[in-house]
């Protein structure tokens, strides 16, 4: 109010005109009185339009003001709305406030400059601080930023700008106000305020980025600002907000709008707003070049019904009705036609919008051309084709399986298990396999289903129709998921051939192809089977027979191969029908077979076995036109929880067998535990004998063969004996099985064979009554058959420089057993050598005579057992005599054995046998002591005393040979 009237009450013409168009706000009363101008018709005019200022002065007037925003004392004039002229002196000065710049201009009359003026403005500057006050807490509580500038530094800034920035006032005032602009805007702002200064004030609103106190972060301002005049000085003052956040939504807004429109008129999917009635209420520029219009226009104006792009307009209609009903149609595949006739594929997805009413407002809808993806399409389903042509051809099994029904079979897999296809498609998976695979199947199948990983590989049987036949398959099993669907794509190969094929290998590599019986490979698993679980419940139950068939090697040496094969299988035959249901019978070998008893508590289970076995072979056996004999010895050995392999029971087995072999054949031996102690001696020995002749261990003791009419040293045997180095003195029977057994026995033989023949030489050359002295060497079975025999006959011979009727060699019957061509062909060559054969051990075996003449045998050995017994056996004695005339007949020489006793030796005199040895004359010497002989020929019989075959001795003579012989051996 005391502004107002201050104003209005001056007597000077106070005038506020707005600086930008210079147009007046406001005059006082003086001015209407001494101008003549209302109040009214001025306000909003210009000094200049209303004739009261000259436009030239009035336009540098208000360049002056912008410049200097005061002047002070100028001399001015207006012209009245009478024509007259008023003259004063003028004072002005730019005033702003909120953002808008007024002029105050204070004209005084000349005639009155004085006092007047001095009140006025006195009172004009209470009235601005008045102002000031007012506008001040205006602006300190304004929401937006308020600040001045004087000279670059800011002398007030409100709180609302120093919030913004995070400062209090008092730290902004009085500091740089370039210190609070970013560094990358301060050359833009120095710039603005170059222009300023240079009076040129056109940006009065700008942008730019403060920084607040951190020192980092930016706000983005907005600012309106202005120059005033204060204290003379040029200024600034403006207010200022914080835009940042309005920016960055704007930003945001703008972009989205962008992409919108990117999205609507870039995309290569048609959109649209279609009434239901088949107008387009707007389309995008890819719909209208989908249907190759160049513009959404073109598009529009040419058609009257969205029908006709149809190539089937029946089927927009089908469309609107789903849509209707449905609310929204998506994906749907959609023949079409373009501008120019060429059809189309479309896939199109629509919705349907609705007014407030519920009413079909609009469709809205898009859709994209998919020709080449179903010219794509086309060309798979021929592949397809062509690959359903392979698949249906294939001789593998093709299935496609959903949810575990086939929904796919090719003819090969339906005929594998012999359904027609249509019969097996739509049959579950759990159909065709066999209850016992059921849950293996049910398991990969659930599994596959939830997308783990499962072997897509694997063997499994399936049913056939009947549901019995099992056909063995290998699957292979892919997963393929399409349209959110699971698929299994799977092939089935029928292996049930390569089955059986791997099956027979299995077999062959487990059972012996002649008997078709278990091998010993399979013998053992079974038999290692059968310990671990005896082990297991602690106690046997189980034993083995070890058979070994006595005559195999007669008969395949014999009557050929074919037999021996046949004879095999005929007694593989027979013993299959003395097993148990629990037992198992192997080939284990050449004539060898193992039987395991399972199940056995007693060890008569295993000795009825065995004994079912003795009896079975008892009954002739016929190959070809022969009828033969064979039979077996058996060792048991019975199971023990203590058996740590499968090799040490067959071993005892095996061990038990020998003992029933050299107890007399077709027998059986239970194995038990002195058999053992045998047997491991017996292993000891061949450790031992091994070492033997390595280490000079064997010795050549001879045994004195006498004319038994005179007592006359005719020769010697050949005994072989063994210094053991801790045993002592060993005779033949402590080792020889073992070294012929093991094929020592040719080594020893051949050493034996040198050492005789040279120790015979060496007597020869010693001793002049030696000269016809002569050695008999004892051959092996092994020794015999042994090819180079008769070459190394005749070089130890060579090198003993010996005659060959200084060497006579023993051999045994069973030499022609075996195989009689070839003995005799040794025996041929052997005499070619001029070697004299003795048949040894004669009458205790095959007495087979046939072949007795037609071999060039020169002496036969009465064997020491009927020696022995011929004195009180009568039946010993007569196999004596008709021994001595067999070879009397074959024109053959005796040897009688074991002479003990000088009534044997009468006997052997009066049966006529003229050569003989025993202990009656000597036993076996060594070298040493067999040397002595010579030096006194005690054993010659008296001179003069003739004797003759058949007319000597008699009993006296005999006794007196006795008694000269014990003499002698007393001195020996
Ligand atoms: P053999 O060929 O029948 O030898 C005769 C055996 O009867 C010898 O036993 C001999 O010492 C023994 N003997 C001789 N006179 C009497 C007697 O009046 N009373 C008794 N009770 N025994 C008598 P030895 O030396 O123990 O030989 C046993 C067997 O060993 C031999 O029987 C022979 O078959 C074999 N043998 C011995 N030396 C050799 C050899 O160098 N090579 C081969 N292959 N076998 C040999
Ligand atoms: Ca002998
Ligand atoms: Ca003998």
Same mark, same amino acid.
């Given at each position: 109010?005391?502004?107002?009237?201050?104003?209005?009450?001056?007597?000077s013409?106070v005038?506020?005109?707005r600086?930008a #168009?210079?147009?007046?706000?406001?005059?006082?009363?003086?001015?209407?009185?001494?101008?003549?101008?209302?109040?009214i018709t001025?306000i909003?005019?210009s000094?200049v339009?209303?004739g009261l200022?000259?436009?030239?002065?009035?336009?540098?007037?208000?360049?002056?003001?912008r410049?200097?925003?005061?002047? &002070?004392?100028?001399?001015?004039?207006?012209r009245c709305?009478?024509?007259? %002229?008023?003259?004063?002196v003028l004072?002005?000065e730019? @005033?702003?406030f909120?953002?808008? =710049?007024?002029v105050?201009s204070?004209? /005084?009359? &000349?005639?009155e400059?004085g006092?007047?003026?001095?009140?006025?403005?006195?009172?004009?500057e209470?009235?601005l601080?008045l102002?000031e +006050?007012?506008?001040r807490?205006l602006?300190?509580?304004?929401q937006?930023? @308020?600040?001045?500038t004087?000279?670059s530094?800011?002398?007030?800034?409100?709180?609302?700008?120093? =919030?913004?920035?995070g400062?209090?006032?008092q730290? *902004?005032?009085g500091?740089p106000? *370039?210190?609070f602009?970013?560094?990358?805007?301060?050359?833009?702002?120095?710039?603005?305020?170059?222009?300023?200064?240079?009076g040129?004030?056109?940006?009065?609103a700008?942008?730019?980025?403060?920084?607040?106190?951190?020192?980092?972060?930016?706000?983005?301002a907005?600012?309106?600002?202005?120059?005033?005049?204060l204290?003379g000085?040029?200024?600034?003052?403006?207010?200022?907000?914080?835009?940042t956040?309005?920016?960055?939504? !704007? !930003?945001?807004?703008?972009?989205?709008?962008?992409?919108?429109?990117a999205?609507?008129? *870039?995309?290569?999917?048609?959109?649209?707003q279609?009434?239901?009635?088949?107008?387009?209420l707007?389309?995008? /520029?890819?719909?209208?070049?989908?249907?190759?219009?160049e513009?959404?226009?073109?598009?529009?104006?040419?058609?009257k019904s969205i029908?006709?792009?149809?190539?089937?307009?029946?089927?927009?209609?089908?469309?609107?009705?789903?849509?209707?009903r #449905?609310g929204?149609?998506t994906?749907?595949?959609?023949?079409?036609?373009?501008?120019?006739? !060429?059809s189309i594929?479309?896939?199109?997805?629509?919705?349907?919008?609705? =007014? =407030?009413?519920?009413?079909?407002?609009?469709?809205?809808?898009?859709?994209?051309?998919i020709?080449?993806?179903?010219?794509?399409?086309?060309?798979?389903q021929?592949?397809?084709q062509?690959y359903?042509?392979?698949v249906?051809?294939? +001789?593998?099994g093709?299935?496609?399986n959903e949810?575990?029904?086939?929904?796919?079979?090719?003819?090969?897999?339906a005929?594998?298990?012999g359904?027609?296809?249509?019969?097996?498609?739509?049959?579950?998976y759990r159909?065709?396999?066999?209850?016992?695979?059921?849950?293996a199947?049910?398991d990969?199948?659930q599994r596959?289903q939830?997308?783990?990983?499962?072997?897509?590989?694997y063997e499994s049987?399936?049913?056939?129709?009947d549901?019995?036949?099992?056909?063995n398959?290998t699957h292979?099993?892919?997963?393929i998921?399409m349209?959110d669907h699971?698929?299994?794509?799977?092939?089935v190969?029928?292996?049930?051939d390569q089955?059986?094929?791997?099956?027979?290998?299995?077999?062959?590599?487990t059972?012996?192809?002649?008997?078709?019986?278990?091998?010993?490979?399979?013998?053992?698993?079974?038999l290692?089977?059968a310990?671990?679980?005896?082990?297991?419940?602690?106690?046997p139950?189980?034993?083995?027979?070890?058979?070994?068939?006595?005559?195999?090697?007669v008969?395949?040496d014999s009557?050929g $191969?074919?037999a021996g094969d046949?004879?095999?299988?005929q007694?593989? /035959?027979?013993?299959?029908?003395?097993?148990?249901?629990?037992?198992i019978?192997a080939?284990h070998?050449g004539?060898?077979?193992t039987?395991?008893v399972?199940? &056995?508590?007693?060890l008569?289970?295993? @000795?009825?076995v065995?004994?079912?076995v003795?009896? %079975?072979?008892?009954?002739?056996?016929k190959?070809?036109?022969n009828?033969?004999?064979?039979?077996a010895?058996?060792?048991i050995?019975?199971?023990?929880?203590?058996?740590g392999?499968?090799?040490?029971l067959?071993?005892d087995?095996?061990?038990a *067998?020998?003992?029933?072999?050299?107890?007399?054949?077709a027998?059986?031996?239970v194995?038990?535990?002195?058999?053992?102690a045998r047997a491991?001696?017996?292993?000891?020995?061949?450790?031992?004998l091994r070492q033997?002749l #390595?280490?000079?261990e064997?010795?050549?003791?001879? /045994?004195?063969?006498?004319?038994?009419?005179?007592?006359?040293?005719?020769?010697?045997?050949?005994?072989?004996?063994?210094?053991?180095?801790?045993?002592?003195?060993?005779?033949?029977?402590?080792?020889?099985?073992v070294?012929?057994?093991?094929?020592?026995?040719?080594p020893?033989g051949?050493?034996?064979l040198?050492?005789?023949?040279?120790?015979?030489?060496?007597?020869?050359?010693r001793?002049?009554?030696?000269r016809?002295?002569?050695?008999?060497?004892?051959?092996?079975?092994?020794?015999?058959m042994?090819?180079g025999?008769?070459? +190394? @006959?005749?070089?130890?011979?060579?090198?003993?420089?010996?005659?060959?009727?200084?060497l $006579?060699?023993?051999?045994t019957e069973?030499?022609?057993?075996?195989?009689p061509?070839?003995?005799?062909?040794?025996?041929?060559?052997?005499?070619a050598?001029g070697i004299?054969?003795?048949?040894?051990?004669?009458?205790?075996?095959?007495?087979?005579?046939?072949?007795l003449?037609a071999?060039?045998? %020169?002496?036969?050995?009465?064997?020491?057992?009927?020696?022995?017994?011929?004195e009180?056996?009568?039946?010993?004695?007569?196999?004596?005599?008709?021994i001595?005339e067999?070879?009397?007949?074959?024109?053959?020489r005796?040897?009688a054995?074991?002479?003990?006793?000088?009534?044997?030796?009468?006997m052997? !005199?009066?049966l006529?046998?003229r050569?003989?040895?025993?202990?009656?004359?000597?036993?076996?010497?060594d070298?040493?002591?067999?040397?002595?002989?010579?030096?006194?020929?005690?054993?010659?019989l008296?001179?003069?005393?003739?004797?003759?075959?058949g007319?000597f001795?008699?009993?006296v003579?005999a006794a007196?040979l006795?008694r000269?012989?014990r003499d002698?051996?007393?001195?020996?």
């Amino acid at each position: 109010m005391k502004l107002a009237s201050a104003f209005n009450q001056s007597p000077s013409l106070v005038t506020l005109t707005r600086l930008a #168009d210079d147009s007046y706000v406001d005059v006082n009363d003086s001015f209407e009185r001494v101008l003549g101008y209302s109040r009214i018709t001025v306000i909003g005019k210009s000094p200049v339009a209303l004739g009261l200022w000259d436009k030239t002065r009035r336009e540098r007037f208000l360049a002056a003001l912008r410049k200097s925003h005061s002047i &002070t004392n100028e001399p001015a004039s207006y012209r009245c709305s009478d024509g007259g %002229e008023y003259h004063g002196v003028l004072n002005a000065e730019v @005033v702003s406030f909120e953002g808008e =710049d007024y002029v105050l201009s204070i004209v /005084q009359d &000349t005639a009155e400059h004085g006092d007047e003026s001095a009140d006025l403005r006195r009172n004009m500057e209470a009235a601005l601080q008045l102002s000031e +006050q007012k506008y001040r807490t205006l602006v300190d509580h304004s929401q937006d930023g @308020v600040f001045i500038t004087q000279d670059s530094n800011y002398t007030y800034v409100n709180q609302a700008y120093a =919030d913004m920035l995070g400062y209090v006032p008092q730290e *902004m005032i009085g500091s740089p106000y *370039m210190n609070f602009i970013a560094p990358e805007d301060r050359e833009f702002l120095d710039r603005l305020w170059t222009r300023r200064r240079a009076g040129q004030w056109e940006q009065s609103a700008y942008e730019v980025r403060l920084l607040k106190k951190d020192g980092e972060t930016r706000v983005l301002a907005s600012v309106r600002s202005g120059p005033i005049t204060l204290d003379g000085r040029l200024s600034s003052t403006g207010t200022i907000r914080d835009i940042t956040e309005e920016r960055r939504t !704007q !930003q945001a807004l703008l972009a989205a709008e962008r992409k919108y429109r990117a999205i609507f008129e *870039m995309a290569v999917t048609g959109m649209y707003q279609s009434t239901p009635t088949g107008q387009y209420l707007k389309a995008n /520029q890819a719909l209208a070049a989908i249907f190759g219009f160049e513009s959404p226009e073109a598009l529009t104006s040419s058609l009257k019904s969205i029908s006709e792009l149809y190539k089937d307009p029946a089927e927009r209609r089908t469309i609107n009705t789903d849509l209707e009903r #449905d609310g929204r149609v998506t994906g749907r595949e959609v023949e079409m036609r373009r501008r120019d006739g !060429q059809s189309i594929w479309i896939s199109l997805s629509a919705r349907v919008v609705r =007014d =407030d009413d519920g009413k079909v407002a609009y469709y809205e809808g898009s859709l994209h051309d998919i020709t080449a993806r179903k010219r794509v399409e086309a060309a798979l389903q021929g592949s397809e084709q062509r690959y359903r042509m392979l698949v249906d051809h294939s +001789q593998v099994g093709v299935f496609i399986n959903e949810d575990g029904r086939y929904t796919y079979v090719n003819p090969a897999f339906a005929a594998m298990l012999g359904y027609t296809e249509a019969e097996l498609t739509g049959m579950s998976y759990r159909d065709i396999f066999p209850s016992d695979e059921l849950a293996a199947a049910d398991d990969r199948f659930q599994r596959r289903q939830r997308g783990e990983a499962v072997s897509n590989d694997y063997e499994s049987t399936l049913l056939q129709k009947d549901r019995k036949t099992r056909v063995n398959v290998t699957h292979s099993i892919g997963t393929i998921d399409m349209d959110d669907h699971r698929f299994m794509i799977g092939t089935v190969r029928d292996v049930t051939d390569q089955k059986r094929n791997e099956e027979l290998l299995k077999h062959n590599a487990t059972h012996d192809p002649l008997t078709g019986l278990p091998n010993r490979t399979l013998f053992i698993e079974r038999l290692a089977t059968a310990m671990e679980s005896s082990r297991a419940v602690g106690a046997p139950g189980y034993a083995v027979l070890f058979i070994d068939l006595d005559s195999f090697k007669v008969v395949n040496d014999s009557l050929g $191969h074919a037999a021996g094969d046949s004879l095999l299988v005929q007694v593989a /035959q027979r013993l299959v029908r003395c097993l148990g249901p629990s037992d198992i019978l192997a080939r284990h070998g050449g004539d060898e077979f193992t039987i395991m008893v399972g199940q &056995t508590h007693e060890l008569d289970d295993a @000795v009825e076995v065995a004994e079912r076995v003795l009896g %079975e072979l008892l009954k002739p056996i016929k190959l070809g036109d022969n009828e033969i004999y064979t039979n077996a010895s058996i060792g048991i050995a019975p199971g023990h929880v203590d058996y740590g392999s499968t090799e040490e029971l067959l071993r005892d087995a095996d061990t038990a *067998m020998y003992r029933a072999k050299a107890a007399g054949k077709a027998g059986y031996v239970v194995f038990d535990h002195d058999m053992y102690a045998r047997a491991r001696a017996r292993l000891r020995v061949e450790t031992e004998l091994r070492q033997a002749l #390595d280490n000079r261990e064997l010795r050549v003791h001879y /045994q004195p063969i006498v004319a038994l009419d005179s007592g006359r040293l005719l020769g010697f045997e050949a005994l072989l004996r063994w210094e053991h180095p801790v045993r002592g003195l060993l005779s033949p029977d402590e080792f020889l099985l073992v070294a012929e057994e093991t094929g020592l026995i040719l080594p020893m033989g051949w050493w034996l064979l040198k050492e005789a023949c040279r120790q015979i030489r060496a007597w020869r050359d010693r001793h002049p009554q030696a000269r016809a002295l002569s050695v008999a060497v004892n051959l092996a079975h092994k020794q015999f058959m042994y090819a180079g025999l008769a070459q +190394q @006959v005749s070089e130890a011979l060579q090198e003993a420089g010996l005659g060959p009727d200084g060497l $006579h060699l023993e051999i045994t019957e069973t030499v022609f057993l075996e195989n009689p061509k070839a003995a005799e062909s040794t025996l041929r060559k052997l005499r070619a050598l001029g070697i004299a054969l003795h048949l040894d051990d004669f009458g205790t075996g095959y007495s087979s005579l046939s072949y007795l003449a037609a071999l060039p045998l %020169e002496t036969l050995k009465i064997d020491r057992s009927f020696v022995m017994d011929m004195e009180s056996n009568p039946k010993d004695a007569a196999i004596v005599r008709t021994i001595i005339e067999l070879a009397k007949d074959l024109g053959m020489r005796t040897v009688a054995e074991g002479v003990e006793t000088v009534q044997q030796l009468h006997m052997l !005199q009066n049966l006529g046998c003229r050569t003989g040895q025993g202990n009656l004359f000597a036993p076996a010497l060594d070298a040493k002591r067999a040397d002595r002989l010579f030096d006194r020929t005690l054993l010659a019989l008296n001179p003069g005393e003739s004797v003759h075959a058949g007319t000597f001795p008699r009993p006296v003579a005999a006794a007196s040979l006795l008694r000269r012989t014990r003499d002698f051996f007393r001195r020996v």
